[in-house]
């Protein structure tokens, strides 16, 4: 959901910005959870622990993250030379950046990797969800007792897997921030539920609003062209269709 109350969906264009969406939307699941303290709750907030963790243990992070950082913050510095730039919020920016930057590199290198592997608790979980029901009381005894221990114990155990995690969510989160913030979505229309769009060099996010709530987009993007086709449920057993009259939607094509 977009900030204007519209429905919100985004196509990535590349690797690194496929894995930032992916961590914003698990980090986003984790905080959820985090403030449920019920036995379910707990549950699935380590099953968001776990998904970040892997995925930041099959992905190098840390320097994706970094690169992106600096990349940004020389691209900013450029517009320094500007006389149309607000130089205050600009420097509010870099510094923001290059904070974040301090930050990641105190972070020890697969940090994850190591907590899924020496963490015995978060190994044996870790091992036994990917298996329908795996996590039972049976299956993990251990962690059935870590459940049933006081709330401020398992709060803060945690926190404590967390706190690593925090530097790449405030990273993560600007970082899209401004690339949402990049540019104004714009009044399309999709004549029979279609719409092909030939994309900007350097685009790296697409993002669809949508006021209709009866339609959404499949979206299929490449370097040089996007397709967009709006679905809609068929019948009360929701097989989908096109949607064959013209759709009013905004598009905004987002690139640093």
Known sequence: MADDGAFCFEQ???????????????LARLRYHEAD???????????????????????????????????????????AERDDVDDAALRHVLDELDTLGRELQRVPPQFA????????????????L???????GFDLPAYQHWL???????????ERWCERILPFENAVRTLLRLLRDSARPRPVTAENGVFVHNTETGTQLI???LDDADVYPEISA???????????????????????????????????
């Open 222 to 256: 490449g370097r040089h062209r996007a397709t967009l086709r709006f679905m809609q449920y068929e019948n009360t057993d929701l097989r989908v269709c096109q949607a064959q009259t013209s759709v009013e939607f905004r598009m905004a094509c987002c690139r640093y």
């Open 207 to 209: 993002r669809v609003l």
């Open 113 to 128: 990797s190591y907590l899924l592997r020496d963490n015995e608790l978060l190994n044996s979980l870790n091992n036994r």
């Open 130 to 136: 990917p298996i329908p029901g795996g996590s039972c």
């Open 148 to 158: 049933a221990q006081d709330a401020a114990g398992i709060r803060a155990d945690i």
């Open 37 to 79: 303290e019920s036995v379910w709750g707990r549950r699935a907030a380590m099953g968001a622990l776990l998904d970040i963790l892997n995925v930041m243990s099959r992905h190098d992070i840390r320097t994706e993250v970094s690169k992106e950082l600096g990349q940004r913050y020389a691209g900013l510095e450029r517009l």
């Open 12 to 26: 990535p264009l590349n690797e690194r910005i496929r894995t930032f969406l992916r961590l914003e939307h698990l």
